[in-house]
């Protein structure tokens, strides 16, 4: 018994042991659990109707899983929850923080930064010329804002950027955009990582780095966290700008606009002289007496923008080029690296950086070069900027400057020197060689430079402004290919020479039994060169949702196709889907996807030879055509939108409109991107046509040219007092006699004669004038009312048209309460006349005429029952007049029917209370037809045309 009971004492103990083990190895090797905390911000960090997360932070976040090990969980909360819940313990990590003196106090901040951006202003693309960038923003600027936005204090900060400071609104998240789009805000304030459909950044300024961070205490988290950065940094150093590229591409640069000044001194100038780093390859260096590399194509990138010639200076050394620039023998320091101190001791300044390298620690493997240990450093001549940094590091430490990067690894190599500092992508290059093959890639001794251009502070304070202007017009993809042109695409060398001498044994040995796998491994290497260039040109020209051509590849390859085809006729022909928008947000982004995948199969589908098809953006599309006659091309055009003009998916049949717009070229035509241009311009009116297809011709280019000189002439107009108020009387039929007017605009340009409100009123409704003009024309009919009413003479009741764009005002209540009090003018008098569309499509608007009636100001509806909604208007609205439109009047000659819904109209008005108006009464018969069934007020040439003030009043 008792060996029976040790037996099983023996076993029970095996298998603690055993099940303590296999709860340990589990425990070991299980994934860390991080609770990762986010709010919801746009192109950042986004939640789809699927449960998929999306954007720019949640993407960095899964590259880091993959180096750190993480199971990571997703925990949503607002920005603040988001910072209480991590000092609390109750999540782990999150990204988007701004360093100051507070969040350092209260939590641990990951080495690298985990993007940049900036305080950022834009404005409706409608209205981008109206505000030219990096020029002053104009007083009176409205600047809506989120609320609780982190960038108001960039304002203060940044009063330079304005005339004068902007008046801030603040908005939720919700709003903010449908203000800029109804003209009650001028432009918005925002980070340049939030990105708003259908705008355009005029000004950017306040450059602010944010990172990720965790709480206080929580080491080995941010240690892993450092590691997995520092990784991703190394094995993939495009990672972060393929992410910028991918979220951002369309909003990280601006229009390259100069000055008339800036112009003149590029028109005097002509020629630029510049001095590089003659041996950086491939950030820089001298081949055929010409600048190479990196750099050096920003730079002739630069120079083609400004339309100047670049003139390579030599210098044998980094002193040599100091020199040169001081003393006036170049003008430009093309690689400058940022130390604003080093600048200042030698008379130099800067431009902002166009381009951030990542430098990384070289040294042999095994070397023990810690910060604590006294070693000698090998570093290019360029980083002299540097110097006193990399020497507050390595405070014991000697450091030797050397011509090239080349040169520095050739001291690291030999012995001479224990460890250089230099940029990755010489790094990368030049490691890849077999002399080399010793050394090693340290990114975590590292540091991040920035290149910028230096010029001699003697030189013409134009010069630094315009290649500020020049940075910024490249965008992040341009930025992104010239670095994967000279880093990524360009072949290594590899010297057969080199691996001989450092690897005699191997070489023999590889020589006489491999020739058959040495072939192989050559024939790999061409054939994986060849998918790099293949994946790069993807990168660079191909979209990535629908493996369509994208609209850089048009603008580069369009002129050659056209040019090799001089027999054929070519047409531009650009598309969009009719509220897109509404369909993403209804049906969900996923579903739009498959909608604008929908689209790209069709157009690849098209039998229309020599057809190139490609995807600007969204659901726009770009494609050039080849074609027989105008008559052929606009059928396959109709063909397209009566053919495929709906999507069938998941059991639901979405259908939409098409706008088209088209170019057809002539053989005079040599700017592509100006035919393009005009394409889109086309495009943009068919969404004003039934057709829904505009060609770009001379009515459409004229068109567009005095919509362009009304809207330079607007403002000056109303300054000059060209606005004039016209009087249109309304009847009352039975005693003919006037009991009222409606206000109506005139234009009196003095070179064009009088304009009439249908040349004007619809641009100003788009660019937000219509505001400012009915506006001016109620106070131009108050003012009348008091100068009747002071001199003791007959007033009455008096219409005045008010746009929609009025009613999303934020403060047009107040301004209706600031006008009739300032003029005090009695209750009743003064008429705000609507369309039903526009009450029809705020939300609010019950609230905000209610508002208008407390102050005593009549509401009414212009052209009653042309709408879907002219009953619910009854019910909705505190109405006081209605105005039966023309068209009812006008049928009712022919139909018994409409003078019946007429009859029932007027009835259904005067029980409710509110007085009826009919509009357009031209003939005798119409007027006794409208008493005949109880309508007493008409409106109409029968009676009076709108006359001027002074005629009206002859009348009154």
């Known amino acids: 018994m008792k060996i029976c009971s040790k037996k099983l004492i023996l076993v029970f103990v095996i298998c603690l042991d055993f099940s303590l083990s296999l709860l340990f190895v589990t425990f070991v090797s299980a994934p860390r659990q991080v609770k990762v905390g986010y709010f919801l911000m746009n192109q950042f960090q986004e939640l789809d109707q699927s449960g998929l997360y999306h954007g720019y932070s949640f993407d960095y976040l899964q590259k880091i899983r993959q180096y750190a090990e993480w199971d990571i969980t997703f925990v949503q909360c607002e920005y603040q929850e988001c910072l209480r819940l991590l000092a609390d313990g109750e999540i782990d990590l999150i990204n988007y923080v701004e360093k100051n003196q507070k969040t350092e106090n209260n939590f641990l901040f990951s080495l690298r930064a985990s993007g940049t951006e900036y305080a950022a202003i834009s404005v409706l693309e409608e209205n981008f010329r109206k505000y030219p960038a990096n020029l002053k923003i104009p007083s009176g600027f409205r600047l809506g804002v989120l609320s609780g936005s982190k960038f108001t204090d960039a304002i203060e900060d940044n009063l330079t950027e304005f005339e004068q400071t902007p008046e801030l609104l603040e908005y939720p998240q919700e709003k903010l955009y449908s203000a800029l789009e109804s003209g009650e805000i001028d432009g918005i304030l925002s980070s340049s990582i939030t990105v708003f459909p259908g705008t355009k950044v005029i000004s950017r300024f306040s450059l602010r780095p944010f990172y990720f961070v965790v709480r206080n205490g929580n080491d080995r988290l941010l240690k892993e966290l450092n590691r997995a950065m520092n990784l991703i940094s190394l094995h993939e150093p495009l990672f972060v700008n393929r992410l910028y590229e991918k979220y951002y591409a369309y909003a990280d640069s601006e229009v390259l606009y100069l000055t008339k000044e800036e112009t003149d001194f590029l028109s005097d100038k002509k020629t630029f002289r510049v001095i590089i780093a003659p041996d950086g390859d491939p950030v820089s260096y001298y081949l055929n007496g010409s600048y190479h590399g990196i ?254 051509k994208n609209l850089h590849w048009m603008e580069k390859n369009a002129g050659r196709i056209i040019e090799e085809n001089r027999s054929k006729k070519f047409a531009f022909i650009s598309f969009d889907l009719d509220r897109f928008d509404i369909i993403n947000e209804y049906y969900g982004r996923k579903t739009g996807d498959q909608i604008i995948q929908y689209m790209a199969d069709t157009l690849m589908s098209i039998d229309v030879p020599g057809m190139i098809c490609t995807r600007v953006k969204a659901d726009h599309f770009l494609c050039l055509v080849p074609y027989e006659s105008r008559e052929i091309l606009e059928k396959k055009i109709s063909d397209i939108k009566s053919k495929k003009n709906s999507y069938s998916g998941n059991d639901t049949v979405i259908k939409f409109g098409i706008h088209v717009g088209v170019y057809i070229l002539s053989d005079s035509d040599q700017d592509i991107t100006a035919c393009i241009d005009n394409a889109e311009t086309a495009r943009r009116e068919a969404r004003n046509v039934s057709s829904g297809i505009v060609f770009f011709d001379d009515y459409l280019k004229d068109k567009l040219r005095v919509y362009k000189h009304i809207e330079e002439m607007q403002e000056s107009a109303l300054e000059n007092h060209e606005f004039e108020v016209y009087y249109q009387p309304k009847y009352n039929m039975e005693e003919n006699s006037i009991i009222g007017a409606e206000a109506l605009i005139r234009w009196n340009d003095p070179v064009h004669g009088i304009r009439m409100p249908s040349d004007f009123i619809l641009i100003f409704e788009k660019n937000g004038f219509i505001i400012q003009i009915d506006f001016f024309v109620l106070e131009e009919v108050c003012k009348f009312l008091r100068s009747r009413i002071d001199a003791g003479e007959k007033v009455v009741p008096i219409s005045v048209n008010q746009s929609r764009v009025h009613l999303s005002e934020k403060h047009y209540v107040q301004r209706l309460g600031e006008i009739i009090r300032k003029y005090s003018i009695p209750d009743g008098l003064i008429e705000l006349e609507l369309t039903e569309t526009a009450i029809s499509e705020i939300d609010d608007v019950e609230n905000i005429l209610n508002q208008a009636k407390a102050l005593n100001y009549r509401i009414s509806i212009d052209d009653f029952g042309t709408g879907y909604s002219s009953l619910t208007m009854l019910n909705r609205v505190p109405l006081d007049a209605i105005k039966i439109d023309r068209n009812f009047l006008i049928e009712s000659n022919n139909s018994k029917k409409t003078r019946e819904i007429i009859r029932l109209v007027v009835e259904m008005a005067h029980a409710l209370g509110i007085q009826v108006v009919c509009e357009g009464v031209e003939k005798q018969d119409q007027a006794d037809f409208l008493m005949s069934i109880g309508c007493r007020f008409g409106q109409g040439f029968l009676f009076s045309k709108p006359i001027p003030i002074n005629d009206f009043m002859r009348i009154l």
């Open 295 to 548: 750099i050096a194509d920003f730079l002739n990138k630069t120079a083609r923008d400004l339309n100047v010639e670049i003139e390579p200076v030599e210098a044998a050394s980094f002193e040599e080029a100091l020199d040169k620039i001081r003393n006036g023998e170049a003008d430009i320091l093309g690689d400058f690296l940022i130390d604003e101190g080093f600048a200042e001791k030698n008379n130099l300044q800067l431009s902002p950086a166009f381009l951030e390298s990542q430098v990384v620690a070289v040294y042999k493997k095994g070397n023990d070069v810690s910060v604590k240990n006294p070693v000698k450093i090998a570093e290019p001549n360029n980083y002299q900027p540097l110097s006193s940094s990399l020497r507050a590091i390595y405070s014991k430490s000697e450091v030797t400057y050397y011509e090239s990067d080349a040169a520095c690894l050739d001291a690291v190599n030999t012995g001479g020197q224990d460890i250089s500092f230099i940029n990755i992508w010489a790094a990368q290059k030049n490691l890849g060689k077999m002399k080399y093959h010793d050394l090693v890639i340290d990114p975590n001794q590292g540091f991040t430079l920035q290149y910028s251009y230096a010029v001699s502070r003697n030189a013409d304070p134009r010069l630094v402004q315009i290649l500020r202007k020049a940075i910024n017009s490249i965008s992040s993809f341009q930025r992104f290919s010239i670095i994967n042109q000279n880093v990524f695409i360009t072949p290594q060398k590899v010297r057969l020479i080199d691996f001989i001498n450092t690897q005699p044994a191997y070489a023999f040995f590889i020589f006489l039994v491999f020739p058959i796998l040495f072939l192989y491994l050559l024939a790999y290497r061409i054939d994986s060169h060849q998918k790099d260039k293949k994946q790069i040109f993807n990168l660079a020209f191909v979209d990535d949702m629908t493996q369509l």
